[in-house]
């Protein structure tokens, strides 16, 4: 009910301060108020709108009508001015996680300058925004906190998830990315802490691939972590028990999958990621077929890895039906990796997909996967089970296989040792090496040791930034096998055509169109990536060529399809650039 306010309310004060209205002050500590609100977008309000704030960008008419006078200082200074201060400002900072900070708290002060930094200085800001910074964000989740930046759903919402997903101010979403922080990057069970993963691939979304961020949400499932660190760490912020499996694992995820299509449709796409794999290919496969679902660990990998592979053909001057695969690692992204080499390799070839796993073989900690292990493998690594003698080392696999490309996805640091780079070199001319772990300190080696020990023939890409590396008188600007070459694009492109289904013909599809913008000159410096500086436009080729794909598989449900679907890509992308106000 609405307070009246009276004289002698106005008379008396706290402290001889302003008048307590509300209550707020003279209430006592158990006594609860209400948390009044006036939402105006002006003056001072406006201000602490992110979307919406230009911070001393407001020019003189601005602000006059939006009652601004006075809120800021005198001087009117455009986006670009602000963005250079900004950008000296963060590198000022001695470490990552400090400009990692910095970047958070403009995003929620500023999102349009945010976008803005991250679009136009993307190669210096991805280590930050995304891995490797990321990963020792979340690992400090608890401690550098300030305010949510997605929804939260724990144990404790269960049978009210339809809910929580109202209390999102935004009703128009179209892309969520959702983990449950088992398996964050190489780092292990995170728990709620996991967070920093979605707000920053959907950063990515938005920057890379122009899907606006206010169609963005986030999303973690907090069954618990058996993280014992975190479970004993006082600023920890999820729920202090251990992981929840089976059924009420199941129940929780499936009341989430169901409420988000029920809350905003068939055409949201629903990301899963960082998932340990165990659940991971379980949820792939459950809600493959009735959901806008994409796995970007076991899916987005294989896409980013196998441009990789189409581009370096050029380089090899032999096709991919040609070569030997070697994995190191056979969880969702090895296995993901391989199965979609396998689909390329059955399409190029015109032969089965059983025919083409043959050529790809995958070692994991118990050695090469061969048939004499087959009854004791989890489902997801029979199909690579093929009839050889066993062998318990990589170096050995290599020796007996005899590989033309190998490809860390282990997450086990320096494990392409010199010994493996040399036998790599000693059975191939140019031997393709890509160290895909990330953060950098799980990575299977570095740009240095690849070209060093290889005598500057390793055809070489990582899962983690490394800086060129002088061999020589040579220079070799290895490049980055990051997933964000693709899952923009690739959202973008089910966004414009309405898609309703990912298939896997619309992987092969953006694959084809990333390996499609290496350049003469990119080779040249032994790249088979384009540079991220051109990323917004390599975005716009993956997007429709994806989209292409959906309305040739009849599942797009924008119609009519666009006559120019390229440019239907790039109108579509979202713009940081400031608005004029009226």
Known sequence: MEKNVTNSDLKSSVNGGVVDVYGEDSATIEHSITPWSLSVSSGYSLLR??????????????????????????????????EKRLINNIRQYQYPLQKYMALTELQ???ERLFYKLLIDHVEELLPIVYTPTVGEACQKYGSIFRRPQGLFISLKEKGKILDVLKNWPER?????????????????????????????????????????????LP???DVGTNNEKLLNDEFYIGLKQKRATGQEYSDLLHEFMSAVKQNYGENVLIQFEDFANHNAFELLAKYRDTHLVFNDDIQGTAAVVLAGLVSAQKLTDSPLAEHTFLFLGAGEAGTGIAELIALYISKQMNASVEESRKKIWLVDSKGLIVNSRKESLQAFKKPWAHEHEPVSDLLGAIKAIKPNVLIGSAGIGRSFTKEVIEAMSSINERPLIMALSNPTTQSECTAEEAYTWSKGRAIFASGSPFDPVEYEGSVFVSTQANNAYIFPGLGLGLV??????????????????LAGQV???????????PPFSSIRKISAHIAANVATKAYELGV???????????????????????????
């Open 172 to 216: 128009n979403i179209q892309v969520i990315v959702v983990t449950d922080g088992e398996r964050i990057l190489g780092l292990g069970d995170l728990g709620c802490q996991g967070m920093g993963i979605p707000v920053g691939k959907l950063a990515l979304y938005s920057a890379l691939g122009g899907v606006r961020p206010s169609a963005c």
């Open 519 to 529: 350049s003469k000159e990119n080779y040249e410096k032994g790249m088979i990536y």
């Open 219 to 221: 999303v973690t499932i």
């Open 496 to 513: 414009i055509s309405g898609a309703i289904r990912v298939h896997d013909d619309m992987l092969l599809a953006a694959a084809e169109a």
């Open 108 to 110: 929620e002060r500023n």
């Open 556 to 582: 797009a449900g924008k119609l009519p399809r666009p006559k120019e679907i390229v440019k239907c890509a790039e109108s579509s992308m979202y713009s940081p650039t400031y608005r004029l106000y009226r």
């Open 49 to 82: 709108d992110p979307r919406y704030n230009k911070g001393i960008a407001f020019n003189e008419k601005e602000r006059d009508t939006h009652y601004l006078r006075g809120l800021l200082p005198p001087a009117v200074v455009d986006q670009n001015l602000q």
